[in-house]
Nanobody, 115 residues
């Protein structure tokens, strides 16, 4: 079993920055994909960014150039640095980990961007 604990959400003005963290514990294998999803009210959950065990990142088009994902394998932690935030980035952000064929999710952290 794997547990994911997120931190770093909050309220920020448009154009501001936030950094989310997600620490993983439990039975974590070396080859995992980590990432962040988000879900805004009335919308489907969408992939924001992911990072492979190799360190290769992928981003949704809507956040390219503004968000950066990184991981510290020694700490089993993944980070999402969010810059130039926009009101449309407002959502609950969920940490995600895939190991083998199993997905794990964090409890979610609210990010609110005011205009």
């Amino acid at each position: 079993q794997v547990q994911l604990v997120e931190s770093g959400g909050g309220l920020v003005q448009s154009g501001g920055s936030l950094r989310l963290s997600c620490a993983a514990s439990g039975n974590i294998f070396s080859f995992t994909t980590r990432g962040w999803y988000r879900q805004a009210p009335g919308k489907q959950r969408e992939l924001v960014a992911r990072i492979l065990s190799s360190g290769t990142p992928n981003y949704a088009d809507s956040v390219k150039g503004r968000f950066s994902i990184s991981r510290d394998n020694g700490k089993n932690t993944v980070y999402l640095s969010m810059n130039s935030l926009k009101p449309e980035d407002t959502a609950v952000y969920y940490c995600w980990l895939r190991t083998g064929m199993t997905d794990y999710w964090g409890q979610g952290t609210q990010v609110t961007v005011s205009s």
